[in-house]
């Protein structure tokens, strides 16, 4: 509904403007009470019912994010039901876990835009002859990248706990 009253008006032109609108929707979707939205969300049961309504409207807006990436002049991305999905999900994800955490809500916003604009508008760029894994791997032939040194082997991670602490911030 948000969203819907805000582009009432209108789109902006530029790609990035787009998504800022987007974006400051489903900030102030999430500001509120963010620590309600996240209980709800991450630690209260789901219906089935409760879940399709979420999933339909993910696809509602995948399916309009990706009209206005066919259509729009600044998008660069192969294939803009992929982008659409993408741009989604990126939104979502990343407003939901850390609009909770003490985050600043216009530098989250920015950082989103400039993320997504970078992806949908990057020129793809071809290799040129004599690039590639030689280049990686250095023109000496010893495996090492100009100016990168070696870091020594500082053991692995032998313990799929450990992980999950890592994973949980644990």
Do not use: K, W
């Amino acid at each position: 509904a948000l969203l819907a009253q805000r582009a009432s008006a209108g789109l902006p032109a530029g790609l990035a403007d787009t998504l800022r609108l987007f974006i400051r929707a489903t900030i102030d979707n999430h500001r509120d009470n963010p620590a309600v939205h996240r209980v709800l969300f991450e630690e209260a049961p789901r219906s089935p019912t409760l879940l399709a309504r979420l999933r339909e409207a993910e696809q509602r807006a995948v399916a309009v994010a990706a009209e206005l990436l066919r259509t729009h002049p600044e998008m660069t991305a192969a294939d803009p039901v992929l982008a659409a999905r993408i741009t989604v999900a990126t939104i979502e994800s990343l407003v939901h876990r850390l609009i909770t955490a003490p985050v600043d809500a216009q530098q989250l916003e920015d950082a989103i835009v400039e993320m997504l604009a970078g992806y949908l508008t990057r020129q793809t760029q071809q290799a040129l002859p004599g690039q590639g894994e030689q280049d990686l791997l250095g023109a000496a032939g010893d495996g090492q990248a100009p100016g990168v040194q070696e870091v020594p082997d500082i053991g692995g991670i032998d313990d799929a706990r450990t992980v999950q602490g890592i994973h949980h911030g644990l």
